[in-house]
């Protein structure tokens, strides 16, 4: 079971690190802190929240099962635009309990969430984001096979120079591996930025890039108007494959004069996986105008 | 160039006849009806007038049961069993097979993958389709394997399951793919199609085709080919016989026995049909009013001897040379939005031109007219569906 921890705790269990202010939030399964070291190094510190048990079967929670596969992805992922680690994960006693932690680079500008609330987005930042982030994906699935699945605002890091960084791991699918959830039960996610394979249950199994595609669509959007493509103003959704089945991609045409983007918005917001670009690579074909 | 040969039985010159024309792109050869000598001279004939072959296996008219039969696929090693349960080991010898065939004959370049004929998306069938497939893109390499696939008409009724198809098949890293798509009757002229089913088949090489960036052959088309070419097809193929220029698994299954010879017809591409030469052609050559139906080098041809002279051999060079020609004129047009409105103004004045000739007192076979608005009708169902932009 999650635990809250508690600030005191953390500070005494990491004399290591000066941690600046309280905990920014938590990220899922982990409680996020800003720390930095002796140095001067600013780093994210993430502790998982649930507690380390003496599990006698060996097999672990499902988020335990998601932190070594976030682990090890960050470990084995190496590119300037997905976020990698700083210290190797290790165990901490605080508090009562033990916890698995670790550091990865802190984004000295926040998220792409904190940016578009302050009213940050628009064309230029919508093409800068596609174009990094699809480098960021094509990296990820050509090389390794991964699909992040879980890409939204509040997952896409700034780093001090306006770079976009690719965060959060956790709920990553690595294609070569068996999946931590049921096959047939519908995949982990965050509802406003899923796509249609992810909440629907027969199509579970097909997650793959194009999974990633329509997520990034959905943020693009976001960035290039300012509201969502599907849900915006709703409270709640009942029927979402109808309201991803009606979007009507003419509504960027006041936003950008950028066809590239707009294609390519509109591409990856189909509901069906075929009709989406095949991979990152051929996204950026049309992002730059290439293909229709 | 967009449209290719489908061979048969009986070719003679016709081959080198078409490509006379200069709009000819290849051949899907046929191993049923040469043996791999008579094949591999076919496939140097072709390659000396510049043009592509591909080998159809033909391996769908084995299962599922009943099984068909083919002359000469034993001495192909292409007389390919399967089982719906078939190995990984029956799998890759199946796929060996095929690139046996095709090295023997010396087609190098694009192979045709083995399949089983599927009577439906979600068939029992289809994982083995899918295996065979990626077997083969693992096997031969990505960039030189062609996708077949063999279908009934019907398992275009229901899209849901053709959509959940379609996102299985755009994972696999190959060239194209192949379609032969049975129609349940043999007739000819063909009935016209189930609209709605023949606009899914549209969606589907859409998809792949212009959305996918994969190469889309569909072969069996005849005229349906035309708008393929528009949704967004590489190729078209279609051949001498009738039963060349639709797809019916039953031609193997249950060979009929001879039958009457079939009357000379020739396509008139303005009125995307082959009409009888002797009569229908004739009735309206004769009505000056009605002399734009036809091409300059329709009339040419058709006025310079009375058309009860026009043999079948004519006839058939004819239909595939003119199919070539319209093909042609499609594919120089880049854009599939632009393709899409310039067939739909063509279907459109073809169907005024029906008016004109039904005005003028002159009868044809209604199916000719019904198929054209299936056609057209396909066509406006596949922009309203997919949403494409026209130009």
Redesign the interface.
């Known amino acids: 079971m999650a635990l809250e921890l508690d600030d005191a705790s953390v500070t005494a269990a990491f004399p290591e690190y000066v941690i600046q202010g309280g905990k920014l939030g938590n990220a899922g399964f982990k409680a996020v802190y800003r720390v930095h070291t002796v140095g001067g190094t600013e780093l994210a510190l993430k502790i998982v929240r649930e507690p380390i048990q003496n599990d006698e079967s060996g097999e672990g929670s499902p988020d335990l099962l998601r932190f070594a596969r976030e682990v090890e992805a960050m470990t084995s992922v190496s590119h300037p635009h997905i976020i990698s680690i700083n210290d190797a994960p290790g165990q901490r006693q605080i508090g009562v309990a033990s916890h698995w932690w670790y550091t990865e680079r802190f984004c000295e500008r926040g998220t792409l969430a904190d940016l578009l609330a302050a009213g940050g987005g628009g064309e230029t930042v919508a093409r800068q984001l596609l174009e990094e982030m699809l480098d960021a994906l094509d990296h990820l699935s050509s090389v390794h096979e991964m699909v992040h699945r879980d890409i939204k605002p509040d997952n896409i890091g700034i780093g001090a120079l306006g770079e976009m960084i690719l965060l959060d791991l956790g709920i990553l699918v690595d294609l070569r591996l068996e999946r931590i959830t049921n096959t047939y039960a519908p995949s982990p996610l965050s509802i406003p930025w899923a796509a249609p ?1 992810q909440i629907t249950a ?2 579970a199994n ?1 997650i ?1 890039t194009r999974t990633d595609l329509f997520q990034l669509g959905v943020v693009a959007f976001q960035t290039l108007t300012g509201t969502h493509p599907f849900y915006e103003g709703l409270t709640s959704v009942s029927d979402p494959i109808r309201l991803i089945d009606a979007f009507d ?1 003419s509504v960027m045409d006041g936003y950008t004069g950028d066809v590239g983007v707009r294609r390519l918005i509109a ?1 990856c917001l189909r509901t ?4 989406r670009p ?1 991979s990152p690579r ?1 996204a950026l074909a049309i992002l730059n105008g290439g ?2 | 160039m967009t449209f290719f040969i489908q061979q048969g039985y009986g070719k003679g010159s016709k081959i080198a006849d078409v490509a006379e024309g200069g709009n000819l792109g290849g051949v899907i050869l046929s191993p049923g009806d040469e043996d791999p000598v008579k094949l591999g001279e076919t496939v140097r004939m072709i390659r000396g007038l510049g043009l592509d072959a591909r080998l159809d296996p033909q391996s769908y008219i084995y299962a599922p049961e009943p099984a068909g039969t083919a002359n000469n696929h034993p001495a192909h090693g292409l007389d390919l069993n399967f089982s719906w349960h078939a190995t990984p080991k029956q799998v890759t010898r199946a796929i060996r097979s095929v690139r046996r065939a095709n090295e023997a004959i010396g087609v190098t370049d694009r192979w045709l993958t083995p399949t089983c004929w599927l009577a439906s998306f979600e068939n029992l069938w289809t994982p083995l389709s899918l295996s065979l497939a990626a077997a083969a893109a693992d096997d031969w390499g990505g960039e030189r394997t062609i996708v077949s696939v063999a279908v009934s008409e019907d398992a275009f009724a229901d899209w849901r399951a053709v ?2 198809w ?6 696999l890293d190959v060239a194209g793919f192949y379609f032969a798509i049975d129609r349940k009757s043999s007739t000819y002229p063909p009935n016209p199609w189930n609209v709605d089913h023949l606009a899914n088949i549209l969606r589907v090489i859409y ?1 792949l085709g ?4 994969y190469e889309v052959a569909w072969g069996y088309s005849d005229v349906e080919g035309l708008i393929g070419l528009a949704a967004g097809a590489s190729h078209a193929a279609s051949g001498w016989h009738y039963s060349l220029r639709q797809f019916n698994r039953d031609k193997w299954v249950r060979k009929s026995g001879g039958g009457s010879a079939p009357t000379p017809r020739a396509l008139v591409g303005r009125l995307w049909a082959p009409l009888k030469a002797a009569d229908e052609v004739h009735y309206i050559l004769e009505k000056p009013d009605l002399l734009s139906t036809f091409t300059r080098s329709e009339r040419t041809l058709f006025e310079a001897r009375p058309l009860s002279s026009f043999t079948l051999g004519e006839a058939q060079v004819q239909y595939m040379s003119t199919l070539a020609r319209s093909a042609r004129i499609i594919e120089e047009l880049s ?2 939005g632009q393709r899409i409105a310039t067939v739909l103004e063509k279907l459109g004045i073809a169907d005024d031109r029906y008016e004109a000739i039904q005005d003028s007192g002159i009868v044809l076979d209604p199916r000719y007219r019904s198929r054209l608005r299936s056609l057209r009708q396909a066509l406006e169902q596949l922009v309203a569906s ?2 494409i932009p026209l130009v």
């Open positions: 394979e027969i199509r097909g793959d991609p591409r069906s996986q075929n009709a095949r051929a293909l229709s | 959509d959940v379609l996102d299985a098949v755009t994972t998809r212009e959305l996918n960036g854009d599939t997919e949403k």
